[in-house]
C-alpha cells in the first residue's frame, strides 16, 4: 500500500495522533508518516504517506501551505493562541477598512516574523515552549518568512477572519499577534484550519472518522505518491534507462530545468527521483 492520505484534521489530535490512528487501520508492515505537523487545536490538511511515499515527505517541506484563520482582538494569551493562559485583555478600536488593511500591509511578501515564545524551536539546546513552560523568556530572533497571500474580512464583533498563503517557517499565530499590535489592543489565533499543503486541498480531504468507521475506503482515498512531486520535470524513461536507474546508474537525459526530476518507467509508474550531477541525472531515490 503505497501513496497518500489527506487528512482532514480534528481538532484536539496530535499529527502524531493521527499517524497512530491511520497505523492501526494499515496494520503492520506498512510505513506511515506525516508530512507537515499541524497543532492540536488546528483542524485541516494532514498529508499522510503510506508505504514508500513516506521517502517522498521531505520534499514537500519547502511548499506553500494555506490557512485561514480567526484573530480574536483585544485579547493577548501567553501563546497567542486560544490554549494559552489571557495576558492581557484592552479595548478593541473602531475597525474601518483602512485601519485593519494598514495593520495587515506590513505582513505581506518577505517579512521578518518573531516566532512565538510557545514554539519548538531551539534556544542554547532546549526548546522553546520547554522554557515557557518554566516561566521564562528569552529574546526570539526575528526571521525571514514569506506571506505570498494574506486577505481579512471582518467576522463577529472583535474579531478578524484571516487567509494565508505562506512558505514554511511561518507561524499564523505570530501574525495574529502582529496585527493585535499594530492595532493596539492586542489579539490571538482563536482558530486555525489549514486549507492546504502544496497540491493536497481541503476540499479533497477525508475525515479521518470516516476512514475508522469504513477501513474498506482507505485504498479508495490513496493519491499517488507522485503527487507529493507535482509540478516537477519529469522524465519518461525506455527500458533501458529505467534499468540503469533501478541499478542506481546515471542516464543522459534530453535537457530539463532543475536540479530534481522524477522519473517514470516506460509504463509511466513514478520509478525514482533523480538528481543532477553534471550532464548527468543521477537516482536519488528509487522506488521499484
Not at 10 to 32: I, N, Y
Not at 131 to 155: F, N, S, Y
Not at 226 to 252: C, F, I, K, M
Amino acid at each position: 500500500m503505497h501513496g497518500f492520505l489527506n487528512i482532514d484534521k480534528p481538532a484536539g489530535m496530535t499529527s502524531h495522533d493521527v499517524v497512530a490512528r491511520v497505523r492501526r487501520l494499515t496494520g503492520r508492515g506498512v510505513k506511515v508518516g506525516h508530512a507537515g505537523t499541524l497543532d492540536p487545536a488546528a483542524t485541516g490538511v494532514l498529508p499522510v504517506a503510506l508505504g514508500h511515499a513516506t521517502r517522498l515527505i521531505e520534499y514537500l517541506g519547502d511548499v506553500r501551505k494555506g490557512y485561514r484563520g480567526l484573530v480574536r482582538l483585544g485579547v493577548v494569551t501567553s501563546t497567542d493562541d486560544a490554549e494559552g493562559e489571557v495576558v492581557s485583555i484592552a479595548p478593541v478600536p473602531l475597525l474601518t477598512p483602512e485601519l485593519i488593511e494598514a495593520a495587515v500591509a506590513p505582513l505581506r511578501g518577505t517579512i521578518m516574523q518573531v516566532p512565538p515564545m510557545y514554539s519548538a524551536l531551539h534556544h542554547q539546546g532546549q526548546r522553546l515552549y520547554d522554557l515557557a513552560r518554566a516561566g521564562k523568556t528569552v529574546e526570539r530572533e526575528a526571521r525571514p518568512v514569506q506571506i505570498d497571500a494574506l486577505e481579512w474580512e471582518l467576522g463577529d464583533p472583535g474579531e478578524l477572519v484571516i487567509t494565508v498563503a505562506c512558505g514554511k517557517g511561518t507561524y499564523i499565530r505570530a501574525l495574529a499577534r502582529d496585527i493585535g499590535v499594530t492595532l493596539g489592543c492586542g489579539a490571538h489565533l482563536a482558530a486555525l484550519q489549514r486549507t492546504f499543503v502544496g497540491p493536497f486541498l481541503i476540499g479533497d480531504a477525508v475525515a479521518l472518522a470516516d476512514l475508522q468507521a469504513d477501513p474498506d475506503r482507505l485504498p479508495l482515498a490513496l493519491v499517488p505518491p507522485e503527487v507529493a512531486l507535482a509540478g516537477w520535470p519529469t522524465a519518461q524513461l525506455d527500458a533501458e534507462d529505467s534499468r540503469r536507474v533501478r541499478n542506481g546508474l546515471p542516464v543522459a537525459l534530453a535537457a530539463l530545468p532543475g536540479e530534481f526530476a522524477r522519473a517514470c518507467d516506460e509504463a509511466g509508474a513514478l520509478l525514482a527521483v533523480l538528481r543532477r550531477t553534471g550532464d548527468a541525472w543521477r537516482p536519488e531515490k528509487v522506488f521499484f
